[in-house]
């Protein structure tokens, strides 16, 4: 089935990709911190590092000289 509307946004998202690598691209500042779910981010990040220490827990290497 012919789609008008799909060609549209087909058309503009190659634009898009193809402009983005010119060197006058526009370019998105970078999120301020501390925004809105950057606790939920941290959060998420600590659970999943010792849910990974649990599963294989890491080990505890000495920094003495080899004699």
Same mark, same amino acid.
């Given at each position: /089935?012919?789609? +008008?509307?799909?060609?549209? /946004?087909?058309?503009?998202?190659?634009?898009?990709? !193809?402009?983005?690598?010119?060197?006058?691209?526009?370019?998105? +500042?970078?999120?301020?911190?501390? &925004?809105?779910?950057?606790? /939920?981010? &941290?959060?998420?990040?600590?659970?999943?590092?010792?849910?990974?220490?649990?599963?294989? +827990?890491?080990?505890?290497?000495?920094?003495?000289? !080899?004699?």
């Amino acid at each position: /089935m012919f789609d +008008p509307s799909a060609m549209i /946004m087909a058309d503009r998202a190659t634009r898009h990709h !193809v402009l983005s690598a010119r060197p006058d691209a526009r370019t998105r +500042p970078e999120r301020p911190p501390g &925004q809105r779910g950057d606790s /939920m981010r &941290q959060l998420a990040a600590a659970t999943l590092r010792r849910l990974a220490d649990r599963v294989e +827990p890491r080990r505890v290497e000495s920094c003495a000289p !080899v004699a």
